[in-house]
Structure formats: structure tokens, C-alpha cells
């Protein structure tokens, strides 16, 4: 059965694999599941069709034969599970890359997510100054335990998992700002994610994805 995901026709992130549909490819590019991509627009996002898939009108969806998920983490919970790579096969350990998974989701990304909103949506509000610093005090507070955490380790918990997959999909939004110069343990992390051969297939997917986009 072919899988198809959905991903922007014009992505706001102007292709540098920050829509969540890269989290989606990259989960597939590791476990070498082929997959097509259905483009949708904002318009359509909000049509019957998507909403079906997608009660809140976002991106990604999977679709698999008589299957439909919705929610990247549960998209990549879903893959991890049914093929060999991004879950260990000890109990304990499989666990283990389980909690990090929702570490980054639960604990990690919420005040990345809301400080990317915050300068973008917030910028000419009068309490933007104020909101920012108070995000990126919380922010920082999450950098420096998960880099003690860590420590010289290539990986969170052992080999690559999803746990790691989706951890460094979420650091990534913070790639190029002050807030990681104080982490190079972190910085590192980040680039053996993206050295990865199937982040780079993944990458290189959702970007030819923005550049017709934009060139049409």
C-alpha cells in the first residue's frame, strides 16, 4: 500500500525543513518506506476533504491503505513501530526513546514553537520585548538541562531514534540564533542529525518542494 503524506504548496518556512511534514520524511527516508506527497494550500487545508484527516486543519496527514493519522509525533510514533531503525529493540531501551520523543514534543518544543510565533505575530505589540525574554529565559532553562543531560554522547539514549529524530527537528528552529552559542554539545548534535543521509534525502525532498513554488 502506497503512504501519502500532505505538506504545503508554499511553505512559511521558505523550504529550510522546518514544516512538520520533514519530520514525516525524514522518519521515512530512515526506514526506506517510499511515500508519495499530496500539496495543499491554506484554502484547502480548511476543506471537508483535509478535515477529515486533519480535524484541526494542519499539516502532515499519512494516509495507509484504510489508515489516516494526523499529528507528526504520532506520524513518526506510527513508522517507528512498524519498521526496523528508529526504535531499539530492548524493552527498556525502546522505553526510553519513547519518553524522549515526548520529551521533545511535550517539554523541548512548545517555547521554540511559541517563540517563532512570537516574532513573527507578536513583533509590534507592546509586551513583545517583555514575552520574548520571558520564552527565551524558559528556553534556555531546556538547553542547558537536555545538554547536561547529553554531555559528549552522539545520540540521547545510545544508537538514533525517533526520540532523536524529533528532537533535532525541533532545535533546529532555534539554528542561527544566539541561544545555542553557549552549547556546542548541542550545536554538534544538530549537525550529525543533519549529516544524516536520509535528513539530507528528506531536506532536499520538502525543498524542491518551496523552490517550484516559488518559481511557479
Known sequence: MTITITAFERSPDRGRGLARDMRVRWALEEVGEPYEVRLVT??????????????????????????ALFESGAIVFHIAERHAG????DANARA???????????TIEPPIFDRALATILERNEPWYEQR???????????LADLSRRLGDADWLDGAFSAGDLLMVTILLRLKGSALLDDYPNLLAYL?????????????AAQLAVYTAASAG
Open 86 to 89: 528508529l526504535l531499539p529493540r
Open 96 to 106: 526510553r526513546a519513547i519518553a524522549w520523543m515526548f520529551a521533545a514534543l511535550n
Open 132 to 142: 520574548l525574554h520571558s520564552l527565551e529565559l524558559t528556553i534556555g532553562k531546556r
Open 42 to 67: 491554506f484554502a484547502k487545508m480548511r476543506e471537508p476533504a483535509h478535515l477529515a484527516l486533519q480535524p484541526f486543519g494542519q499539516i502532515p496527514t499519512y494516509e495507509e491503505g484504510d489508515l
Open 191 to 203: 549537525a550529525r542529525g543533519e549529516a544524516r543521509p536520509a535528513y539530507k534525502r528528506a531536506f
